[in-house]
């Protein structure tokens, strides 16, 4: 059984959430989890002037995936941070590169998951996630998200990202906030839940 684990990151906030699904997904016996990243769409003299070239190099060695592989894995998880409320410019182009899949129905039945991060608390993160499911939901796949059972995503301890529609982090307005142990738990659990669920289906 296959899962992919596909992301878009700026400042690696979505690359640290996108190791623990990974690790998660993982742990579930006879599971074959690969980590991708999208290709970048800015140029490169525009990420030096938003400080994001630097922090692209720690996820440079990960491979470049392409649109008309995403048919080869029984489960695709979606991991993009949001711009204004919406899914990433970056994520957004890759999917749409997606017509010929959708035109074969090569994702129907095969299970679709979402995690995101935001600058700010309030910064859209259900509205992203929510956005990725649309079109998940417009491929035939089925949702799996993270649910209740996993208790942190209800703590009252500290600020923290996190919600039933998928697992989030809160970078900060300066982008200076790394993942707390919450937000990569839930990420782990949830990468561990989409696995569960796609054990059952086979």
């Excluded at 979606?78 to 990433?88: D, H, K, L, S």
């Excluded at 090569?106 to 992203?128: D, M, N, P, V």
């Amino acid at each position: 059984m296959k899962i992919l684990v596909l992301f878009y990151s700026c400042y690696g906030h979505v690359f640290e959430m996108a190791k623990a699904m990974v690790e998660g997904a993982s742990s579930i016996a006879n599971m074959e989890v690969v980590l991708k990243q999208v290709p970048e769409t800015l140029p490169v003299e525009v990420l030096d002037k938003i400080g994001a070239s630097q922090a692209r190099n720690a996820f440079a060695h990960i491979p470049i995936a392409d649109p008309s592989e995403l048919g080869d894995y029984d489960a695709i998880i979606f991991g993009a941070p949001t711009r204004y409320g919406m899914i990433a410019s970056q994520m957004k182009a890759f999917i749409d590169g997606t017509g010929a899949l959708w035109a074969e129905g090569a994702l129907i039945g095969k299970i679709g998951s979402a995690f995101t991060s935001s600058g700010t608390q309030h910064g859209g993160q259900e509205s992203t996630i929510l956005s990725m499911h649309t079109v998940l939901l417009h491929h035939g796949m089925m949702i799996v998200g993270l649910p209740y059972s996993y208790a942190g995503q209800s703590t009252m301890d500290e600020i923290t990202g996190n919600s039933p529609y998928g697992a989030s982090t809160i970078a900060g307005p300066d982008g200076s906030r790394t993942p707390n142990k919450f937000e990569l738990d839930g990420a782990f659990f949830q990468g561990q839940h989409v696995a569960k669920m796609l054990a059952r289906m086979k």
